[in-house]
């Protein structure tokens, strides 16, 4: 999905400096290729000289173009010790991206075990290994920004490329092979050894140290460390893995395009024919990223419908949070502003003027905000460490908003939200909080 968040990483200013200090570009928001948080074990090279280390990367496109993922490991070039895991599902793109992608994270993964190393890259894309070689010229635009990507890495005479037959290369294979199937199937790679440290590093893929006996048996999948974020939503490696809410409005109804207040207390309308589209457009984007882990929707058929339409892309389950209703707008449900100001000016007169008053019959702002926020605590607890998608409505998800903001109730005065658009908000595990994205509907273009 375009506009989705990328290799953002700001969080807390005062770690923001710390996270970027070495790195060759300044961090952006919103890039194209999301990246997930690298995390590797750090090496002291004996004297200072710099190590010698033996990348293999491979990338694989299941259509080209198609869904597509990478993998990359780094060796020991003396000892052929594994050091590191990096694999990364791509979504929709073609097979030779594929493979610049699991170039580049497989140098950034060496970069980060020791920037002093040479390198001795290992593909089996002749492609990749002339162009990079300086053999063969790279003419394709797609390409060129990620072989200048990969040069940048390693200064200018420290890599070298070789190829290698495809059944040489069946370590990287087995990776991208695997992060593809978790892709497709709505959940992030995972490493089979945890990492027993992280450190920061650029955010180029989500590698992992390799455990010393790559055959040693591992935890049970549900005891598992968890430590690879997903793509699009990266997490500094020193912060832990955070806790995402994708907020998704539900599609349009009829009420929508009309402007009328609809919220829990009015007839519960089901999706309009375009808010069927809207909520199809969304799901088929969801699974293009294949970063969502769960599905959790207000109990109203609007929202239950979109969340049904993304779950049954990604094959998961939709689970029905009570707290996220919309807020019971009492007798103004189903009116427009202008007849609730023709009809009830008094009430909506003392409405718009304190948060904490309700409309007649209804529910208060503040009241709505405490709801959300206990429903918003149940989800952290339920979903810790994981990307969720949370489908509901204007009031609730501005207020998960404007509560990772620190701002007033108030503040919901002053956003606006569209019709099946998407937010982000992170949650850390010290309790800060991170807007990542708001009203984004590049998804419907």
Not at 98 to 110: N, S, T
Not at 198 to 222: G, R
């Amino acid at each position: 999905m375009r506009g989705l968040p990328g290799r953002a990483l700001h969080h807390r200013p005062r770690r923001r400096a710390r996270r970027r200090r070495g790195r060759g570009r300044a961090l952006r928001e919103l890039r194209p290729h999301p990246d997930p948080h690298l995390g590797v074990r750090s090496v002291t090279s004996p004297g200072g000289a710099g190590r010698r280390f033996v990348v293999e990367a491979d990338g694989g496109s299941r259509g080209n173009p198609g869904p597509a993922g990478y993998g990359a490991v780094v060796r020991d070039g003396d000892t052929g010790e594994l050091l590191a895991e990096a694999a990364e599902y791509l979504g929709r793109v073609t097979n030779n991206v594929a493979e610049y992608r699991g170039l580049i994270a497989g140098l950034r993964a060496a970069a980060a075990i020791d920037p002093s190393a040479t390198v001795e890259v290992r593909m089996d894309s002749k492609l990749v290994v002339e162009q990079m070689s300086g053999r063969w010229q790279v003419k394709h635009p797609d390409m060129k920004p990620l072989a200048a990507e990969a040069r940048a890495v390693f200064p200018a005479g420290r890599v070298q490329y070789r190829w290698m037959p495809r059944k040489e290369n069946k370590h990287a294979d087995r990776l991208a092979n695997e992060a593809m199937d978790a892709g497709q199937a709505g959940r992030a790679w995972a490493p089979r050894a945890a990492a027993s440290r992280a450190v920061p590093a650029s955010p180029a893929s989500p590698a992992v140290p390799a455990a010393a006996e790559p055959e040693a048996e591992t935890a049970a999948p549900s005891e598992q460390p968890r430590i690879t974020a997903p793509a699009g939503w990266a997490a500094p490696a020193d912060m832990g893995r955070p806790t995402t809410f994708v907020l998704l409005r539900h599609g349009e109804t009829a009420l929508t395009p009309q402007k009328r207040f609809s919220g829990s207390g009015g007839d519960d309308p089901a999706l309009s024919e375009r808010g069927q589209w809207q909520a199809e457009r969304a799901a088929a984007a969801f699974a293009a990223r294949g970063t969502i882990e769960a599905v959790v929707s207000s109990p109203l058929r609007r929202c239950r419908q979109t969340a049904q339409a993304v779950a049954d892309a990604l094959s998961l389950e939709v689970r029905i949070e009570e707290g996220l209703r919309e807020a019971d707008f009492g007798t103004f449900e189903g009116l427009t502003f202008a007849e609730v100001k023709e009809r009830q000016p008094e009430a909506l007169d003392a409405w718009l003027a304190s948060t904490r008053t309700a409309p007649p019959g209804g529910e208060s702002f503040v009241a709505v905000s405490r709801r959300v926020a206990a429903a918003r605590d149940r989800l952290l607890a339920r979903y810790a460490g994981r990307t969720v998608l949370v489908v509901s409505h204007v009031t609730p998800i501005k207020t998960l908003v404007r509560l990772a903001l620190g701002a007033p109730t108030e503040a919901l005065y002053r956003m606006e939200l569209s019709a099946a658009a998407v937010s982000a908000v992170q949650f850390y595990a010290d309790g800060n909080a991170s807007l990542r994205l708001f009203n984004d509907t590049s998804h419907l273009r």
